[in-house]
């Protein structure tokens, strides 16, 4: 970066901080990971520069002959990568992503199912902050309260009783396998639209680790930055009859020019997520989160719904005498990155929690396996009964710089 250390040293300095940041900590937050240099490389293209209105082979503008290509390769890419009719790679967001779906399949004020955010929806799925309370009726469900799964039974029970118009199956915090074919038996059985949100675990399914919603869905949203390993920004994959609706509802609808170097970024990441390396890499994301939660529950932390099918864990640091907040503050002086989040039927508020969350796909980015996670629950464990003592959490980051030293850091190496 000479150009910019040049330039604009404030700016500079930021990011080599930054970088520093992601080789030294051990960054656990389930929604990051490390993107490739070509991925990096891409986002970072004179592709920023061109405005491209409308979509491939119909533009408000000149000069498209080049982003044409790039963004029909992202189409035709996610398309097989996920085995789906038709995709949408322009929402700039997750949530943008979630939006068009909402425009695209209700009406404003019309019912709609998801998950409620203290069991694990997330913010789009109708808290009443966001625009999706405000827009749609939401009728939340939860998980059950003894398995902390999702109650089934229950949900159709919702659904018999409200008659909503699109049920969402999608989670920021729910570590079981979901049952798609399921969530579909129910939306039809009282004549309801599906849309799966497959945000966190879409790289997963991309490399076979996870169930597909694809063939059950009406549309399928995700992000492509987490599990995927993209860069910033989401994609829609829906059935050949809401293509037409999906797409005015991303532009002209809800946005202006779409990000053609992000689009660009996102084809070499589908393309990534095509190979057997990237297959691999989905399976020891879970394996990884599997073996932590086990080191974890083993030595006295109490992991909710029993454990993880995914990348992610949620853990109930009460069971040590912590509060999320508490624990998170102890990870992060040792160099471990979490955040705090509120468990199924927690009594404390969201600001303090009773939980964190855990995810194991950026760490399985920097090549670490199950002996590594056994190291790393030993980091968790110490740090989290010794949430008091400065000094020993100081020693303790001293030893996770060191170790994570030992990795490769994509992006940055
Ligand atoms: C992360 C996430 C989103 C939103 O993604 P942003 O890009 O942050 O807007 C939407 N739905 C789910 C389930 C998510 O986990």
Redesign the pocket.
């Known amino acids: 970066m000479t150009n910019l250390s040049q330039s604009d040293s404030e700016i500079y300095s930021v990011i080599e901080r930054e970088k520093k940041r992601q080789k030294e900590q051990l960054v656990m937050i389930a929604?990051e990971n490390y993107a490739s240099s070509s991925v990096l490389e891409t986002t970072g293209s004179i592709l920023t520069n061109k405005y491209s209105e409308g979509y491939p082979g119909k533009r408000y503008y000149a000069g498209c002959e080049n982003v044409d290509i790039s963004e029909n390769l992202a189409i035709e890419r996610a398309k097989s990568l996920f085995n789906a009719e038709s995709a949408n790679v322009q929402a700039h967001?997750?949530?943008?992503a979630?939006m068009a779906a909402f425009f695209a399949m209700c009406n404003p004020g019309d019912t709609i199912m998801g998950m409620s955010l203290d069991h694990g929806g997330?913010l789009?799925h109708g808290s009443k902050v966001n625009f999706s309370g405000k827009l749609y009726n939401f009728i939340p469900f939860g998980v059950d309260r003894e398995t902390e799964a999702l109650d089934f039974s229950n949900l159709q029970e919702i659904a018999d009783k409200n008659k909503p118009r699109l049920i969402i199956a999608?989670?920021?915090a729910y570590p079981l396998s979901v049952d798609f074919e399921k969530f579909k038996s129910i939306a039809d059985s009282v004549d309801a639209l599906l849309l799966a949100?497959m945000?966190?675990i879409s790289g997963l399914i991309a490399g076979g680790a996870h169930p597909s919603p694809v063939p059950y869905a009406d549309i399928v949203t995700s992000?492509t930055h987490?599990t995927l390993r993209g860069p910033?920004g989401?994609l829609a994959l829906m059935k050949k009859n809401f293509e037409k609706k999906y797409n005015s509802a991303v532009f002209p609808n809800m946005q202006g020019g779409p990000m053609q170097n992000s689009i660009a970024a996102k084809a070499v990441a589908f393309k990534e997520a095509m190979t057997k390396e990237f297959q691999d890499y989905s399976f020891q994301i879970v394996k990884n989160s599997k073996f932590l939660s086990k080191k974890l529950s083993e030595n006295g932390l109490r992991i909710v719904a029993g454990g993880t099918d995914t990348h992610m864990l949620l853990v109930d640091t009460k069971a040590l005498g912590l509060t999320g907040s508490n624990a998170e503050s102890a990870l992060l002086a040792s160099g471990i990155v979490v955040n705090k989040n509120s468990i199924p039927f927690d009594n404390e508020p969201p600001m303090v929690t009773s939980g964190i969350r855990i995810g194991t796909a950026a760490l399985t980015s920097r090549n670490m396996r199950e002996k590594d996670m056994e190291t790393i629950s030993e980091f968790i464990l110490e740090s989290l009964k010794n949430h008091n003592n400065p000094k020993l959490l100081e020693s303790i980051r001293e030893k996770v710089v060191n170790f994570s030293a030992k990795f490769i850091v994509p992006g940055l190496d």
């Open positions: 929604s967001s997750g949530s943008q979630n997330h789009t999608g989670f920021t949100d945000a966190h992000t987490k910033r989401a």
